[in-house]
């Protein structure tokens, strides 16, 4: 028998490319999404791209703290596990609006958790960050690293993985693997799925892409006065199709052993710096990226990258892509849907 996989958040930018691993995996798979930050069109197109698995996705626009709808799907389907990935994420807003952040972070995932109980569905995969990691002191950021957030978004993660391992504590029927994502970027190599943010890009990637595309004139450049070797910020860039891989990873070693609650980083170990990344964009482009140096943007760290030896030890996984691959996916989805699943009107 397939395994049904319940995803929050499968509209979403990585929940849409692990939602399409999923389905070519064999998994039957539920999405649960508001659509608030994502767009029905992306589940069109994973259904598309999964051809005759396609028909193994069922889609419910439904808000994750409406218990009663919540409870109604996991009344009709018994579900192997569950992946995680709903949630808002835009750190600026977060410190505009925390209350928004709790609400929505930690309201629906107590929501969730609370029916996951009530069904007997205890195997859980959630959408940590590298966030959680503040300003390390050194890298490569392990997973033993003292926990600190910058931010009512980033706060958001720490209360949710302190849940999950109270959570365990309290019944250790529970397997839960809390995934601590770097930076993903690119888009699946058809093209047809990749991010598509509401409003001005906060982050570098979907802004660098805006403007190869004409809809922003110039990149700004939060910094170059770093000790890096540019002076720019140093991530640790990821291709959404690794970790979407990761997730899989994930997945089977919680049907495979008796994890109890366990964290993985999800990168790839290598620090990319801003400039560094936009000359590889412009190589994969064949564009022009107009810069405008600034100051620092304020709680941004300098240099961040993960160690990834526990993930290839105990999930088998590592990254394959490297940044070129990263922008070369990339240009190919903002070239062929230049407005996201949006049409060019319906944008700013
Ligand atoms: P995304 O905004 O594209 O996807 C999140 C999805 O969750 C959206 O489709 C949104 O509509 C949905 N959603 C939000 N609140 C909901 C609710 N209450 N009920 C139902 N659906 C809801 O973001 P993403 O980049 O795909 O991120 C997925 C997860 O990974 C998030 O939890 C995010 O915090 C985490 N994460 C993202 C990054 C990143 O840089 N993209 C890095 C680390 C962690
Ligand atoms: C990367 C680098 C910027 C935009 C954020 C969240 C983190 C996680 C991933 C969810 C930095 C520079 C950026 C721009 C720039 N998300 N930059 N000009 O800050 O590492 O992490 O996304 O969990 O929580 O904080 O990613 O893409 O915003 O920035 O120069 O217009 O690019 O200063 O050095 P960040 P980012």
């Given amino acids: 028998m397939a395994k049904s996989i319940l995803v929050t958040g499968g509209a979403g930018y990585i929940g849409s490319h692990a939602v399409l691993q999923l389905l070519q995996g064999g998994f039957r798979t539920v999405v649960v999404d508001n659509l608030d930050n994502s767009s029905e069109v992306a589940i069109n ?67 969730l958790l609370e029916i996951m109980a009530a069904h007997g569905c205890k195997k859980l995969v959630f959408s940590s960050s590298a966030t ?11 997973e033993e690293f003292p926990l600190f957030a910058m931010n009512p978004y980033g706060q958001t993660k720490l209360i949710i993985e302190d849940i999950c391992r109270d959570i365990y504590r309290s019944d250790s029927d529970w397997k839960i693997i809390l995934l ?48 890096t070797k540019d002076g720019t910020g140093v991530r640790d860039y990821i291709h959404v199709v690794d970790l979407a891989d990761g997730h899989i990873a ?53 240099i961040v990258y993960a160690s990834t030896a526990k993930a290839e030890k105990e999930l088998n996984w590592r990254a394959k892509y490297g940044i070129d691959e990263m922008c070369r996916d990339q240009w190919n989805w903002a070239s062929k849907n230049p407005y996201g699943y949006a049409s060019p009107d319906s944008t700013n």
């Fill in 250 to 302: 994930a997945l089977q070693k919680l049907f495979e052993s008796n994890i109890g609650c366990e964290v993985y980083n999800l990168g790839t170990g290598k620090g990319t710096s801003v400039l560094e990344m936009v000359a590889a964009f412009e190589k994969a482009s064949g564009k022009k990226i107009p810069l405008v140096m600034a100051g620092r943007r304020p709680g941004d760290a300098e």
């Fill in 45 to 111: 197109r994973v259904v598309e791209l999964a051809g005759e698995f396609g028909k193994n996705l069922t889609f419910h626009k439904i808000d994750l703290r409406n218990k009663d709808a919540l409870d109604k799907i996991f009344a009709s389907t018994n579900f192997d596990a569950v992946i995680h990935f709903a949630g808002l994420k835009a750190v600026g807003e977060s410190v505009q609006k925390p209350l928004l952040y709790y609400d929505n972070n930690i309201i629906g995932t107590i929501t």
């Fill in 132 to 142: 959680v990691y503040g300003w390390p002191k050194e890298v490569p950021c392990t």
């Fill in 180 to 227: 601590r994502y770097f930076n993903p970027v690119g888009a699946h190599p058809s093209g047809d799925i990749g991010e598509d943010p509401r409003g001005i890009p906060n982050n570098l990637m979907p802004f660098v892409q805006q403007v190869a595309v004409g809809r922003r004139s110039a990149l700004t450049v939060y910094g170059n006065d770093y000790s």
